[in-house]
């Protein structure tokens, strides 16, 4: 039987009050508020529909052609599991297009912008290292739904986390240029790392719930994972940095703006249009 959720806290009531505002969020059960369940499919959705979004920056611009067409895969997958994860919190087309910069709560990697070809797979394997073992975590969720949609996605995230090592290992053990930028993409990535693994107390309650792994629990893992394929690639772990936090509060860079001015651009200019 899955535990109870726990009551909810001021700061998801006033996440619930926000998108209210924005026509995006619809009480489920009577309840005006975001439970620990919907909190936390908010902030993964975040997560896959920036990446997504900026993977499908570079249709059309990669460096080869089958490139192109992995990274629009792997866009599509992307902004497939945040259709998802929004449609549980709200209108996931309004959640999409229709909120402000600082109610996203997607973390600040994802909203990186691409850089050159090396940068975007040093971001990607980052993330979707960590997304793939949250995933496998979520596969025990307490919560039917989470279950469900990690048994899928982590089939999903598998790929995109074998892409970026093998690319990370071409471009490493490639070239003297190749290996520069490939080792400069993963230095711009390195100080965004510590955020995924930061318990807040948005991820507390759904852990608390039984609905949601720890990742703290993980990250020795995670980094042996990511030591592994460096290794491979014949290249050295960033030094640690400074830690960059506040996606989760909506403490974003200027990034997310710029991306989000594309992103939402026709929906906010013609509102009752239809395809």
Request: with cysteine.
């Amino acid at each position: 039987m899955a535990p109870s959720l726990p009551p909810i806290r001021p700061e998801d009531e006033a996440a619930a009050a926000r998108l209210r505002s924005h026509g995006a969020f619809a009480p489920r059960g009577g309840d005006p508020q975001l439970s620990a369940k919907q909190a936390l499919c908010l902030r993964l959705g975040d997560d896959a529909l920036i990446l997504g979004q900026r993977l499908g920056e570079w249709c059309g611009h990669g460096p080869a052609l089958e490139v192109d067409i992995s990274l629009a895969n792997l866009a599509l997958d992307l902004v497939g599991q945040a259709t998802l994860l929004l449609s549980e919190v709200g209108d996931g087309d309004r959640l999409a297009f229709h909120r402000d910069v600082l109610d996203f709560e997607n973390c600040l990697l994802v909203e990186q912008p691409n850089g050159d070809f090396a940068q975007t797979i040093a971001r990607h394997l980052l993330y979707s290292t960590w997304q793939k073992m949250f995933l496998q975590g979520l596969t025990r969720s307490g919560d039917q739904f989470l279950r469900e949609f990690a048994a899928k996605a982590v089939k999903e995230i598998a790929y995109h986390r074998d892409l970026a090592s093998d690319w990370t290992i071409r471009l490493g053990d490639g070239t003297e240029g190749s290996a520069r930028r490939m080792a400069e993409g993963l230095d711009w990535c390195w100080r965004f790392v510590p955020e995924l693994f930061e318990v807040d107390a948005t991820l507390k309650a759904a852990i608390d719930a039984g609905i949601a792994p720890d990742p703290s629990e993980f990250e020795d893992e995670y980094r042996s994972a990511i030591a592994a394929v460096l290794a491979e690639a014949q290249l050295a772990v960033p030094a640690d940095q400074r830690p960059i936090l506040g996606g989760r509060r909506g403490h974003h860079s200027e990034h997310l703006g710029h991306l989000l001015a594309v992103m939402q651009f026709l929906p906010r200019t013609y509102p009752d249009a239809v395809w």
